[in-house]
C-alpha cells in the first residue's frame, strides 16, 4: 500500500493591514511670547487618538519656522510608532513648501530635514484639513505656548498637570 506524501504546508506571509493612519499638525505662535507651541495628534483609521504631543520650543523668527518645526517633530515621533503616515496641517504654505521647496530659499536648512525623514517613510503624504478639523493639535500647540517652562510630553492624553482648555476636553474625553 502506497501513502499519499503529505502535502507541503504553505507557510503564507503576514499581510499587513494598512489602516489610515493620520498625524494631525499645528503650532501656535506669536511675536512677543517666549515659546512656539507645538501639538500633533495621531489617529486610527477609526478616528480614535492613539498618541498625541505638545511641546515648546524658544520662539522662531516666524509662525511659519513654527509651521516646519512641528512637522518635523512630529515626523520623528510617528517614525517610532508607525512606518505609514498621512500628515495633516492647516496651512496651505507648509504644503506647498514640501511640494516645491526651491521656491522657499529661507527655508532650505529645515526643508532639506524634512526631505530626509521623508525617505523614511514609504508612503508620505501631507494633506490640507480646515482648521476646524484640527482643533486637538491646535489646543495643544496653545497649551505649550503659554506654559512658562520648558515642555515635551508625548501619551495617550493629556496629563492633568497641563491646564486644559474646555474644547480640548470635549472633543478627547
Known amino acids: 500500500m502506497v501513502l499519499d506524501t503529505p502535502q507541503e504546508l504553505h507557510n503564507e506571509e503576514p499581510q499587513a493591514i494598512c489602516l489610515d493612519n493620520t498625524c494631525m499638525v499645528d503650532r501656535s505662535w506669536t511675536s512677543m511670547e517666549q515659546f512656539n507651541g507645538c501639538g ?23 509662525a511659519l519656522h513654527s509651521k516646519v518645526e512641528v512637522l518635523r517633530w512630529a515626523m520623528e515621533s510617528m517614525l517610532l510608532h508607525s512606518s ?36 523614511c517613510f514609504p508612503k508620505f503624504k501631507l494633506s490640507h484639513v480646515p482648521r476646524a478639523q484640527n482643533g486637538i493639535s491646535d489646543s495643544l500647540a496653545k497649551i505649550a505656548r ?23 476636553l470635549l472633543v478627547i474625553e
Open 146 to 168: 503659554s506654559f512658562h517652562r520648558k515642555l515635551c510630553y508625548i501619551g495617550c492624553s493629556i496629563p492633568v498637570w497641563l491646564s486644559r482648555p474646555s474644547q480640548v
Open 40 to 62: 500633533w495628534v495621531w489617529k486610527d483609521s477609526l478616528g480614535q487618538t492613539q498618541l498625541m504631543g505638545t511641546q515648546n520650543l524658544s520662539r522662531r523668527e516666524s
Open 84 to 119: 505609514y503616515e498621512s500628515f495633516e496641517t492647516d496651512c496651505k504654505d507648509l504644503i506647498a513648501m514640501i511640494e516645491e521647496p526651491q521656491a522657499w530659499p529661507s527655508f532650505t536648512t529645515e526643508l532639506e530635514a524634512i526631505k530626509t525623514l521623508q525617505l
